[in-house]
Nanobody, 122 residues
Framework: QVQLVESGGGLVQAGGSLRVSCAASGRTFSNYFMGWFRQAPGKEREFVAAISWSGPNTYYTDSVKGRFTISRDNAKNTVYLQMNSLKPEDTAVYYC???????????????WGQGTQVTGSS
């Protein structure tokens, strides 16, 4: 089992920045490909970003490329999502998730956090 706990969400004005974190416990963190997903009210959960096991490879959905940065610190069992130039359309609950394989497909992520609310105000 892997337990994931997100933190760092909040309200930010459009154009502002926010960093959300996800702390993992349980099994060896570096064994997992980590992803961030988000779900806005009335919409399906969608892929935002992912990072490979030791962190050299990162992946982003087109709408956040150049604005968001995913990173991980395996010594701290933590994955981060730095969000810059936030837009109102980035407003959503952000979830981190762990997968054994490299994937953007949320169905292939085995472990999920409880989510943290990020609101970009206009």
């Amino acid at each position: 089992q892997v337990q994931l706990v997100e933190s760092g969400g909040g309200l930010v004005q459009a154009g502002g920045s926010l960093r959300v974190s996800c702390a993992a416990s349980g099994r060896t963190f570096s064994n997992y490909f980590m992803g961030w997903f988000r779900q806005a009210p009335g919409k399906e959960r969608e892929f935002v970003a992912a990072i490979s096991w030791s962190g050299p490879n990162t992946y982003y959905t087109d709408s956040v490329k150049g604005r968001f940065t995913i990173s991980r610190d395996n010594a701290k069992n933590t994955v981060y999502l730095q969000m810059n130039s936030l837009k109102p359309e980035d407003t959503a609950v952000y979830y981190c998730a762990a997968s054994e394989g490299a994937t953007r497909n949320l169905l292939e992520y085995k472990y999920w956090g409880q989510g943290t609310q990020v609101t970009g105000s206009s």
